[in-house]
Every structure is written in structure tokens, then in C-alpha cells.
């Protein structure tokens, strides 16, 4: 099995509404994201890559015009704006961008996505 990882980074703010009165999220807040992609597959394709790092670039277009800079209970509506389901959120964009690159889901497919909020915290989905 072979795995591939890019980072992509964004800065946002966000509120997690119904924490206890007094807890520090429950304030309005912003975070350095980190988020990593992960791509599988069980061989490699016939120039010995998983899939080109290249057809990551819709990753970054969506994120620099969706998430940087953004208020993120204002694009995930509806959604507690937790590093969790962000995982879950942007793991199935990035699926969906990805659909339409050769190979995908026969050769290779997201694996997982992971969110970092911090220089110590990582949340992740798989799929």
C-alpha cells in the first residue's frame, strides 16, 4: 500500500456555541488550520506515483476561496465548527474535487483528511 500527504493551510475564525459560559471557544476565535490530505493506493501508476501531486491543486484553489480569511460557521452552516467534522466537511469536498482526475477511486482515493487547529491538535477522518 503506498500513501501520499499534501498540507494546505488557511487562517479562519470560528465560534463554538454551547460550550460552558467562560469557556475560551465559546468566544468567537481564530486559528492557524493546517489541514493534510492523505491519497492511497495499492500500486503505483505506471510513472511510480500514487497520483500526481498537481491534481491537488482544486485542494488549495477551494480552501484559499472557501476557508482562508473566512468566518467558519458562516461556510459550514448549521455545522458545529469543530476541527472533527471540518475533517469530515473538507474530506468530502475534496473527494468531490477529486472525481474527475484519471485513476480516481479505481487506482487511488482519499484516504483521509486531517485538521490541525493548533501546533498540538489534530482531528481526522477517514473514509
Not at 2 to 16: M, N, R
Not at 53 to 78: C, M, R, S, T
Request: glycine fraction near 6%; hydrophobic fraction near 45%; proline fraction near 4%.
Amino acid at each position: 500500500m503506498f500513501k501520499i500527504s499534501k498540507v494546505f493551510a488557511f487562517e479562519a475564525s470560528h465560534q463554538l456555541t454551547g460550550m460552558p459560559a467562560g469557556h475560551p471557544c465559546a468566544r468567537n476565535h481564530g486559528h492557524s488550520y493546517v489541514v493534510r490530505v492523505d491519497l492511497m493506493a495499492e500500486e503505483l501508476d505506471e510513472l511510480g506515483m500514487v497520483t500526481d501531486y498537481h491534481n491537488l491543486a482544486p485542494v488549495k484553489e477551494w480552501i484559499d476561496k472557501n476557508v482562508d480569511h473566512q468566518f467558519l460557521n458562516d461556510v459550514f452552516p448549521g455545522m458545529h465548527t469543530t476541527a472533527e467534522n471540518m475533517a469530515e466537511a473538507i474530506f468530502a469536498q475534496v473527494r468531490s474535487l477529486m472525481a474527475s482526475f484519471p485513476g480516481f477511486d479505481e487506482q487511488w482515493w482519499v484516504e483521509c483528511v486531517a485538521v490541525s487547529e493548533t501546533a498540538k491538535t489534530w482531528a481526522e477522518f477517514h473514509g
